[in-house]
């Protein structure tokens, strides 16, 4: 299996924004992929947030603070169901996301459901053990659910809410991560990574950000 990367300088500081996706890529990668302590150390680079530059102007130090507007979006989210998250809402979560530490995860759910299937275990297992790393306790994360585009926009709609919840689930239940610190939000084929072939397994994802 292979990764790509992808790095995105921002104002005020340095944001990661990784995209990571798992393809066969013979025998002998598969299994290297498939090693949850080297995909936990894939994931926590990916979300690791570079600490702001500190600009010091004689015995005065300034660091570029979190925008209120944000803070007050992920407060007004937190806690919500997943179903219950406006248009609107998830639009402006999509937005902030550009600009934050993410990952893409390709998530093999059973077809059509939101069952987390057996291949996918060492991801959703390297997934719980970075985000209950030392190095990111105390982070929020939103995990966004993406189909492909096969279907009805209502049923992948639902459909990627579900295994967004579905995550969520195992992410609490397995590694005691506070339900609190994890938003979960539906995409459904809205924004598909390969726009060219909407079949394709890569729009078939789970996107874990460090809104932090």
Known sequence: MT???THRGVAGSILAVVGLLFAVDGAGAQNRAQDPNLLEQQILKALAVKKPAIITRGLTTTVRETPEAE?????????????SITLEEREQLADLTKTKPSIDVEVNFDYGSANIGQSALPYVTAL?????NDDLKGSTFVIAGHTDGAGSAP???????RRADSIKRYLVDHYNIP???????GYGKSKLKNVKNPSASENRRAQVVNME
Not at 71 to 83: A, E, F, I, P
């Open 179 to 185: 339900a609190q610190s994890l938003v979960t939000v």
């Open 155 to 161: 049923f992948n709609q639902d459909l990627s809410e």
């Open 128 to 132: 719980g053990k970075a985000l209950s």
């Open 3 to 5: 990764t790509r990367t």
């Open 71 to 83: 803070t007050r979006l992920l407060n007004s989210v937190r806690n919500r169901t997943t179903r």
